[in-house]
């Protein structure tokens, strides 16, 4: 495992001369406007994302912040005996199968350090759009005006169903736990755990994932959204999920407030 992740960090670092153009089209791409100088991320910050980061500490010496940055993959023990060293304790956060699923396991600290090095990396391209900007956690009222855009409701679509119905087939509006007449049924919904961000359709502003999947942080410290492990009811705008980080059922979506 570990000469895997040395690879994959050799792989990373080999891009990170492009890494401030890639995040500038990014920028470009999947931010969405949801207030007046507020834009969010489409979807959720993928391993990819993440580890780009991690290549980027490992790669000018900042090997303090980097052990305080990288994933506890231990954390998958919650859901797996510790005997199962399974797929995702070996494989989530490092190989490429998993680049578009949503980073898990990390802190606070560590997600606020990402939303940090992506402001330095952004107002390192001159080609970029705005002059100064902050990337950073939402608040949970951020939160909430960017997952909820239906007034005095509490999912991201219309109506309290987990699914809509299609030509008679009824297909899932996010990665929840889903209940069927004989029980717990995880998988219902195309996901026994996590899955590749943006799998689900948007709310209306373009958001995706907002709820299930995996919950995400604030900067309140609140954490939002519910998982893959959380029933619809408890996934609701207005629930908070309360939970130790890091975790395997937490991930992280960042905003970008336009300064100038």
């Known amino acids: 495992m570990k000469t895997r992740f040395i690879l994959l960090l050799i792989t990373l670092c080999t891009s990170l001369v492009f890494v401030s153009a890639k995040l500038y089209e990014q920028a470009e791409k999947n931010y969405v406007a949801f207030d007046q100088n507020l834009y969010a991320g489409r979807y959720e910050i993928t391993n990819l994302e993440y580890n780009l980061f991690l290549a980027d500490l490992k790669a000018t010496n900042q090997n303090e912040l980097y052990s305080k940055c990288i994933y506890d993959s231990t954390q998958w023990n919650q859901i797996f005996p510790k005997s199962d060293k399974g797929p995702y304790q070996t494989y989530y956060h490092n190989h490429q199968v998993y680049n578009h699923y949503p980073v898990v396991n990390i802190t606070l600290e560590a997600a606020q ?43 991201p679509w219309e109506g309290n169903s987990p699914f809509k119905k299609r030509k008679k087939q009824k297909y899932y509006l996010a990665n929840i736990k889903s209940m069927d007449k004989t029980g717990e049924n995880y998988c219902m919904d195309g996901a026994i755990f996590t899955l590749i961000v943006g799998h689900y359709k948007p709310n209306d502003l373009g958001f995706y994932d907002v709820i299930g999947n995996v919950a995400e942080m604030t900067a309140d410290g609140k954490i939002k959204g519910g998982s893959w492990n959380n029933t619809l009811e408890e996934c609701t705008t207005d629930k908070t999920q309360s939970l130790t980080l890091p975790s395997p059922y937490v991930g992280f979506r960042v905003v970008m407030e336009v300064i100038e």
């Open 113 to 155: 350090s990402y939303c940090n090095w992506l402001t330095d990396k952004y107002h390192q391209n001159p080609e970029r759009k705005c002059q100064k900007v902050i990337f950073r956690l939402p608040t949970e009222k951020e939160w909430i005006a960017l997952a909820k855009p239906l007034p005095d409701h509490n999912l």
